[in-house]
């Protein structure tokens, strides 16, 4: 929202105008501008104190977060039964919450841990074969480990292309936000209507590699992966499968991880995705998505220690 949108006037206007002008005026200016002094401060430092400042802030935040803390504990409890006592469990959600605060932290950092030999890259052979095929590349990303280094590794490594961006409520978070990826080359597409139009138009190009995290937030839901929950054809991942039978591009499936307590990262390409198209586009999308999900959700299963939306993730409520 822009200043023009939230007139200072509202600060004495109704009751909902002054909600909206006293967030934007007020409350915005003095947790945005607290960020933003913040990101530059963490910029002065050298990369692992940067990413230990957020591993230490985590003493404070995961008691922030109650409600998050206990879905976290009962998903890895779902996901790993024979390792459910008090103290695995409490060794996870530590592994969880410090790589959520140094991801936070590092962020101000990221354009730096590329050059300072901080990320490994496994499997960039399977963007070399689609490339090599003339095929356009759709990346289904996940939230894991320090998700934002994907953008980077693919500009350091040659691949050079675009990502769906959600701007942040918070004007000054959203310009934090978009310092850090002009930093390191990125290009993005804002989410609006014509967003997904705009994917296209780039794909069908040709030689572009577009990236699409398929596991976010929509509507208080978790979308992907199913983790035992009904498969649903909507949210990034029936996206990525609509655009791949459009476009023909190849889909491949993308992760990183934290390499132990610090900052040191493996991004990992996994080979691209059977996706046979039908005439049939309704079948073709169920058995697309289902595929996608088979890919990515025994990862997260694995590394659910690492999954940013372990803290959001609640079951299928009953119907």
């Known amino acids: 929202m822009n200043s023009s949108a939230v007139p200072p006037g509202w600060l004495f206007a109704d009751a909902e105008k002054r909600r909206a002008a006293w967030r934007y005026w007020v409350r915005d200016g003095i947790v945005g501008g607290g960020h933003l002094v913040l990101h530059h401060a963490l910029r002065r430092l050298p990369i692992d104190g940067c990413s230990a400042v957020g591993a230490e802030a985590i003493r404070f935040a995961r008691h922030l977060y109650p409600q998050s803390d206990a879905r976290a504990r009962r998903l890895w409890a779902a996901i790993n039964p024979r390792q459910a006592s008090r103290a695995d469990t409490d060794r996870a959600m530590r592994t969880l919450w410090?790589?959520?605060?140094?991801?936070?932290?590092?962020?101000?950092?990221?354009?730096?841990?590329?050059?300072?030999?901080?990320?490994?890259?496994?499997?960039?052979?399977?963007?070399?074969?689609?490339?090599?095929?003339?095929?356009?590349?759709?990346?289904?990303?996940?939230?894991?480990?320090?998700?934002?280094?994907?953008?980077?590794?693919?500009?350091?490594?040659?691949?050079?292309?675009?990502?769906?961006?959600?701007?942040?409520?918070?004007r000054f978070h959203d310009r934090i936000a978009k310092a850090v990826r002009l930093r390191y080359g990125a290009k993005v597409v804002f989410p609006k209507h014509s967003a997904a139009r705009t994917a296209y138009r780039l794909l069908?190009?040709?030689?572009?590699?577009?990236?699409?995290?398929?596991?976010?937030?929509?509507?208080?839901?978790?979308?992907?992966?199913?983790?035992?929950?009904?498969?649903?054809?909507?949210?990034?991942?029936?996206?990525?499968?609509?655009?791949?039978?459009?476009?023909?591009?190849?889909?491949?499936?993308?992760?990183?991880?934290?390499?132990?307590?610090?900052?040191?990262?493996?991004?990992?390409?996994?080979?691209a995705l059977d996706l046979p198209r039908s005439a049939d586009k309704d079948a073709d999308l169920a058995a697309h998505v289902a595929a996608i999900n088979a890919a990515i959700e025994p990862v997260v299963k694995r590394h659910v220690d690492q999954w940013y939306y372990a803290l959001d993730f609640e079951p299928e409520p009953p119907r």
């Open 98 to 170: 410090r790589n959520v605060s140094r991801t936070m932290a590092e962020y101000s950092v990221l354009d730096r841990l590329w050059a300072a030999g901080r990320i490994t890259v496994v499997g960039q052979e399977h963007l070399d074969a689609a490339r090599g095929a003339g095929r356009p590349i759709l990346l289904a990303g996940l939230h894991l480990g320090n998700w934002e280094l994907i953008g980077v590794t693919l500009v350091a490594i040659g691949y050079h292309g675009s990502g769906f961006y959600e701007p942040q409520d918070n």
């Open 204 to 271: 069908s190009a040709g030689s572009e590699v577009f990236l699409i995290y398929v596991d976010e937030m929509i509507r208080g839901r978790v979308s992907a992966p199913a983790l035992g929950r009904p498969l649903r054809t909507e949210g990034n991942i029936a996206h990525v499968a609509r655009l791949a039978r459009l476009t023909g591009a190849a889909v491949i499936p993308v992760y990183c991880l934290r390499v132990g307590d610090r900052a040191r990262f493996k991004i990992t390409f996994l080979p």
